[in-house]
């Protein structure tokens, strides 16, 4: 009997053993329908329906998404420049970037609050979730983001190719692909050699960013005195 569950092998070798969403490695991720499967049972076996999803991202998804109109109304990684929908900032918090197009942004956070990407310690949490500690999400990208802010300071003081070369072997076991993006982002060989680590990353997806909101205009300077 076919299951859904018989394309995680393939999943994982294109995609990586890596959250779909919030991009933690995990050793069991689910196979994640974007339209739910009890909804809509005849996408149950859809090839194009399925992402990887770790247990936090997925419970927190649940059925939110069962429609076409569900569907076009969030960012999917498979399909668009979610790199360019969220910043990742000190200690691996994320915020949603300040898009020039409003419903672009408005995708951006329907995104994040999909799957809890946006959450800070001890908010949005159940008590549940609380007392055994289930979601680390934030913990674990905090973590990567301190581990890629040390290597990046190593590599500075030897910048040789083993360095480069364990940066990476850590990389991939940590998992959170963005967060090593950006503190990585002024040393192109090193972005090169993430994008090429990392499966399934699409390189003109990364390089080419969209454009942000502009800055507050400047106030005008003072007339000259008369």
């Known amino acids: 009997m ?11 070798e294109r995609m990586g053993g890596y959250c779909s969403f919030c991009e933690v490695q995990a050793p069991n991720l689910d196979v994640e329908h974007i339209r739910c499967k009890d909804h809509n049972p005849e996408l149950e076996l859809e090839w194009s329906n399925f992402l990887l999803a770790c247990k936090n991202c997925n419970s927190t998804k649940g059925t939110t998404v069962s429609t076409d109109e569900d569907v076009a109304a969030r960012l999917w990684p ?23 197009d409003p419903a672009e942004r408005r995708k ?27 979601d680390r999400r934030l913990h674990l990208r905090r973590q990567a983001w301190d581990e890629a802010t040390i290597s990046r300071n ?11 070369d ?34 399934g990353t699409d390189r003109a997806r990364i390089l080419t960013p969209t454009p ?10 003072p007339p000259p005195p008369a």
């Open 2 to 12: 076919v299951e859904y569950r018989h394309a995680r092998p393939t999943l994982l």
């Open 108 to 134: 951006a956070e329907l995104t994040a609050e999909m799957v809890g990407l946006l959450r800070r310690p001890g908010a949005g949490l159940t008590s549940g979730q609380t007392r055994t500690a289930s």
């Open 78 to 100: 498979d399909r668009d420049r979610t790199q360019d929908a969220f910043v990742y900032g000190e200690g691996g918090v994320v915020s949603v970037a300040p898009l020039v």
């Open 166 to 199: 364990q940066i990476l072997i850590l990389a991939k076991a940590r998992g959170f692909f963005s967060v090593w993006l950006t503190v990585f982002r002024d040393d192109a060989d090193m972005v090169d050699r993430l994008i090429r680590a990392f499966s």
């Open 212 to 221: 942000t909101a502009p800055p507050p205009p400047q106030a005008p300077p």
């Open 154 to 164: 190593n590599l500075r003081k030897a910048p040789v190719e083993e360095m480069r």
